[in-house]
Each structure stands twice: as structure tokens, then as C-alpha cells.
């Protein structure tokens, strides 16, 4: 198993989930629920949600995956805090073999793609392109100044 192909995909998935996962182990559990059912379908949420209760007690046993995962939750979209969360993934998942099995197992049940662009993001010329189970795929632009341009999402 790839297991730097499985990190990238882990983060890309989690990134715009983990303000909510953080934050909602520090807001009252049906307040963040409730943030998360706004923005995400149901079947992302609890993906996101299986995933993290895999990941969180690896990533809190490391200061620097702590801190990479404090820092995707301040800004979710950015590459560099995206980049050190991924390293810190893929040397969770090459030191624990059945954590790794699990992770696959998660991220192949349902294949959910997103591009979602907040507060004057600009995202162009992004191509998606999924194999697996069900899925999910969703372009959301929000906010003043979004821009969204040359996305493409393909099932094969």
C-alpha cells in the first residue's frame, strides 16, 4: 500500500472537516454537529468523523501532528499547513500497519470529491477523478469574490 498516496488523500479529504472535528471537542457536541450538517452531506460527515476518531489519539500523541492539525483547522486551505499535516499523516500510518489497514478501508468505503472555495478563493482548472465505491461530488463556491473555474469531477 502507498501509504504517502493514502496520507495525501487523508488530508484532502479531512482538511475542510477539521475546524469542526477540533472545535467541536471544545463546543458542545450537537453545536458543531450542527455547523457540520450545514455545510457536508451526512455520508462525508461520518466518514470525516470515522476517520478522525482513528487519526485524532496518533495525532495528539505528537506534538508536531498536534500542531500541523491546529493549523489545517485555522486555514484549511492552506497548501504549506495542508503539506505538514500530510507528512505527519504518512508517518503515523508507516508506523502502525493496522491503523493503515483501517484508514484504506474508510477512505475506499465511499469516494467523496469537493472542491469548495471560501471568502474570494479562487480555484482553477482542478480535475477529480474517482474509482471505488459511491460516489460523492459536490462544487461550492462561497462568499464575495469566489471564484470557481475549469472543474471537473469524473467517475470512472
Known amino acids: 500500500m502507498d501509504v504517502g498516496a493514502l496520507a495525501k488523500d487523508v488530508v484532502a479529504f479531512l482538511a475542510p472537516f477539521l ?3 477540533v472545535k467541536g471537542a471544545k463546543l458542545a457536541g450537537q453545536e458543531a454537529a450542527k455547523k457540520l450538517g450545514e455545510q457536508f452531506s451526512e455520508e462525508s460527515v461520518a466518514a470525516a468523523k470515522s476517520l478522525w476518531e482513528r487519526l485524532r489519539p496518533k495525532a495528539e ?3 508536531a501532528a498536534q500542531e500541523a492539525v491546529e493549523e489545517v483547522a485555522a486555514a484549511p486551505q492552506d497548501a504549506d499547513a495542508q503539506a505538514a499535516l500530510r507528512l505527519q499523516v504518512r ?3 508507516s508506523e502502525d500497519e493496522a491503523l493503515t489497514a483501517e484508514v ?3 477512505m475506499a468505503s465511499a469516494v467523496i470529491q ?3 472555495a471560501q471568502r474570494r478563493a479562487i480555484i482553477k482548472d482542478v480535475e477529480q477523478r474517482a474509482k471505488g465505491g459511491p460516489t460523492e461530488q459536490e462544487v461550492k463556491g462561497e462568499g ?3 471564484r ?3 472543474v471537473r469531477q ?3
Request: charged share 30%.
Open 61 to 63: 500523541a505528537r506534538p
Open 144 to 146: 464575495k469574490g469566489t
Open 148 to 150: 470557481i473555474k475549469g
Open 91 to 93: 508517518q503515523i500510518l
Open 104 to 106: 484504506a478501508r474508510v
Open 154 to 156: 469524473i467517475r470512472e
Open 19 to 21: 475546524p469542526y472535528l
Open 114 to 116: 469537493r472542491v469548495l
